[in-house]
């Protein structure tokens, strides 16, 4: 069985700084990794994928994530963050062929002004 | 654009009550599923189903039940409403091979 830890529960930020994520996950087998984002009063949407290939994938709104296979993490982080980013982080896993995603805690990213 | 779509946003209900959570999606995916998401615990999969009239457990499915008569529609079932299902349950649907989940905006349920 496939698990996942967010150690953060909740990451303060200023403005314009730099933010990371942490996410870690345990599988015996080969994974799909996964980032969601849940903003105030929605349900989530995924905001990146890591399948195969490139380690480090990117979303279309500056955030990017690197798979580290030997330390079993895939953290996600963004060069500069705005008030727009404020929302829940959703790290999930499954296992090759397999549908089922299995979720973190969630970190609750806020942004001070 | 996808959706998913579940019926009501705020529901309460009192204990021993059964109650029908229903969700709707308009994409014509194979796999559905229902989460519930509690603070601190993240979100949970209660069960899923890949076809019609198939289901599956999650990781916490007592106390529920689950039909799917139609493709397009799963509905969770609380036999019997106790306090501690008190949660926000989300519904979400998936392609056949895919792993990318759309979310419906969820019900919060509050079982008094």
């Known amino acids: 069985a496939q698990s996942v830890t967010q150690l953060d529960s909740q990451v303060p930020v200023f403005e314009e700084a730099p933010v990371e994520l942490r996410c870690n996950y345990s599988s015996s087998v080969s994974v799909y990794l996964f980032w969601y984002v849940q903003y105030p009063n929605q349900g989530l949407q995924l905001l990146l994928k890591y399948l195969s290939g490139s380690t480090l994938v990117e979303s279309i709104n500056g955030f990017e994530a690197e798979f580290n296979k030997s330390q079993t993490s895939f953290h996600l982080r963004k060069p500069s963050v705005h008030i727009s980013d404020t929302a829940e982080y959703f790290c999930?896993?499954?296992?090759?062929?397999?549908?089922?995603?299995?979720f973190g805690t969630g970190t609750r990213l806020t942004i001070i002004p | 654009d996808v959706k998913v779509t579940q019926s009501s946003r705020y529901l309460v209900k009192r204990t021993g009550e059964k109650v029908f959570l229903e969700c709707v999606q308009d994409?014509?995916?194979?796999?559905m599923f229902w989460y519930r998401q509690d603070p601190g615990l993240g979100l949970r999969l209660i069960y899923f189903?890949?076809?019609?009239?198939?289901?599956e457990k999650g990781d916490i499915p007592e106390g529920y039940s689950v039909s799917r008569e139609k493709k397009e529609r799963f509905s969770l079932i609380l036999e019997s409403a106790s306090t501690n299902q008190t949660s926000m349950y989300l519904c979400?649907?998936?392609?056949?091979?895919?792993?990318?989940?759309?979310f419906g905006s969820g019900t919060q349920l509050s079982v008094l």
């Open positions: 979400a649907s998936s392609m056949l091979g895919n792993e990318k989940l759309f």
């Open positions: 994409m014509d995916h194979e796999n």
């Open positions: 189903s890949y076809d019609v009239k198939m289901k």
């Open positions: 999930a896993v499954s296992n090759f062929g397999n549908e089922k995603l299995t």
